[in-house]
């Protein structure tokens, strides 16, 4: 049995990769190790956690109907989230990363960064990109 990451966020993108990711868990008969990323620190208070923990929650039930043999981890430990998912995946001997994208302007891009690309870049295993529908 082979493990598959996926980075997770309450959003389209992080709802779209989670779908895929389970897919492929199912598909493989793989362990799926789902990952939520937070910096910490002021910007990540006691409401944000909590509200974190309540979406997680939500995750964890979706899947157990699954029937998927899973696991989810909530970090918040001071890295980005690329850097998180890539150290997931190397600990865990992933077969894959299941990243979501969004479409952002150039200058969104700029301006914020792209974990996607860091992830595409870092990563020493190979990395599912699943776009987001609008």
């Given at each position: 049995m082979g493990t598959i990451v996926v980075g997770?966020?309450?959003k389209p993108e992080g709802r779209a990769a989670l779908a895929r990711a389970v897919?492929?868990?199912?598909?493989?008969?793989?362990h799926l190790v789902v990952v939520n990323s937070h910096r910490g620190g002021r910007d990540f208070d006691d409401d944000?956690?909590?509200?974190?923990?309540?979406?997680?929650?939500?995750?964890?039930?979706?899947?157990?109907?699954?029937?998927v043999d899973s696991e989810v981890r909530q970090l918040v430990r001071g890295m980005?989230?690329?850097?998180?998912?890539v150290k997931v995946?190397?600990?865990?001997?992933?077969?894959?990363?299941?990243?979501?994208?969004?479409?952002?302007s150039p200058v969104g891009k700029l301006i914020l960064g792209s974990n996607a690309q860091r992830v595409l870049l870092d990563?020493?295993?190979?990395?599912?990109?699943?776009?987001?529908?609008?």
């Open positions: 997770y966020v309450p897919e492929e868990a199912k598909l493989r008969g793989a944000d956690a909590v509200k974190t923990e309540e979406q997680l929650a939500e995750v964890r039930a979706q899947l157990a109907d699954t029937g980005d989230p690329a850097d998180d998912l995946a190397n600990e865990t001997g992933a077969d894959f990363i299941v990243i979501g994208l969004r479409r952002r990563s020493t295993c190979p990395v599912l990109a699943v776009k987001a529908s609008s």
